[in-house]
């Protein structure tokens, strides 16, 4: 079992930055992928970024790719995602999900065993 807890969200004007983070309960960490997705007042979660269990190689959805990054740190147990160029359009809530198995990172959000509770982005313009 891992437990997900981000943080990081806030209120931004567009064109500014906020970093995320997601700490994850557990030893564990280390084997899972990790993802970001967000969800929009009205419409469906969608991919937002993920990181392979050993960080070797990440992925991003279009719309945020050269503004997001994706890093972890398993000393600390964190994934962070850093968004930077923000717009109105990425306000959201921001949810870290965790994959098992020595996996890699993935699109879809079924392929996710474990969930944070989201945290708040909102881009003004």
């Known amino acids: 079992q891992v437990q997900l807890v981000e943080s990081g969200g806030g209120l931004v004007q567009a064109g500014g930055s906020l970093r995320l983070s997601c700490a994850a309960s557990?030893?564990?960490?280390?084997?899972?992928?990790m993802g970001w997705f967000r969800q929009a007042p009205g419409k469906e979660r969608e991919f937002v970024a993920a990181?392979?269990?050993?960080?070797?190689?990440?992925y991003y959805a279009e719309l945020v790719k050269g503004r997001f990054t994706i890093s972890r740190d398993d000393a600390k147990n964190t994934v962070y995602l850093q968004m930077n160029s923000l717009k109105p359009e990425d306000t959201a809530v921001y949810y870290c999900?965790?994959?098992?198995?020595?996996?890699?990172?993935?699109?879809?959000?079924?392929?996710?065993?474990?969930w944070g509770q989201g945290s708040q982005v909102t881009v003004s313009s």
């Open positions: 999900a965790a994959r098992g198995g020595y996996s890699r990172g993935s699109r879809s959000k079924d392929d996710y065993d474990f």
């Open positions: 557990g030893r564990t960490f280390s084997s899972y992928a």
């Open positions: 990181v392979n269990w050993s960080g070797g190689a990440t």
